[in-house]
């Protein structure tokens, strides 16, 4: 799937960098609205295609950076799936996201983050 930036956060340019907690810093380009159109599959569903919106933002002044995504059929408009959580980034580099599923499926999951 490609993702566009469609409404880029003002936190993320350099004049307001400022008011980002600086934890936030290293990922603070995922900040903004990024909207996109793919095609899924499954061995025993027919292909389809969908769209999706993903919506990173930050209160100035918190670690974290909200997250929430939403996907629909692109042919009727109807949705198909939505979470929402908050992505934690650590002093060590790694990063915590926490989701909640609209299905009541709750995720924790680690990453690092590479600073090169």
Same mark, same amino acid.
């Given at each position: 799937?490609?993702?566009?930036?469609?409404t880029?956060?003002?936190? &993320?340019?350099? &004049? &307001?960098?400022?008011?980002?907690?600086?934890?936030?810093?290293?990922?603070?380009? #995922? #900040?903004g609205?990024?909207?996109?159109?793919?095609?899924g599959?499954?061995?025993?569903?027919?292909?389809?295609?969908?769209?999706?919106?993903?919506?990173?933002?930050?209160?100035?002044?918190?670690?974290?950076? /909200?997250? &929430?995504?939403?996907?629909?059929?692109?042919?009727?408009?109807?949705?198909?799936? /939505?979470?929402?959580?908050?992505?934690?980034?650590?002093?060590?580099?790694?990063?915590?996201?926490?989701?909640?599923?609209?299905?009541? #499926?709750?995720?924790?999951?680690? /990453?690092?983050?590479?600073?090169?």
């Amino acid at each position: 799937m490609m993702m566009n930036q469609e409404t880029p956060s003002s936190s &993320s340019s350099s &004049s &307001s960098s400022s008011s980002v907690h600086p934890s936030v810093l290293p990922i603070s380009f #995922l #900040l903004g609205t990024w909207k996109g159109e793919g095609e899924g599959g499954f061995p025993t569903i027919n292909s389809f295609k969908y769209g999706e919106q993903l919506t990173f933002s930050h209160s100035p002044g918190k670690p974290v950076i /909200a997250y &929430s995504q939403k996907t629909w059929k692109l042919a009727s408009g109807e949705p198909m799936h /939505a979470e929402s959580g908050y992505w934690r980034p650590k002093p060590d580099g790694t990063i915590e996201v926490v989701i909640a599923q609209s299905t009541g #499926l709750v995720e924790v999951q680690y /990453a690092m983050h590479c600073r090169d």
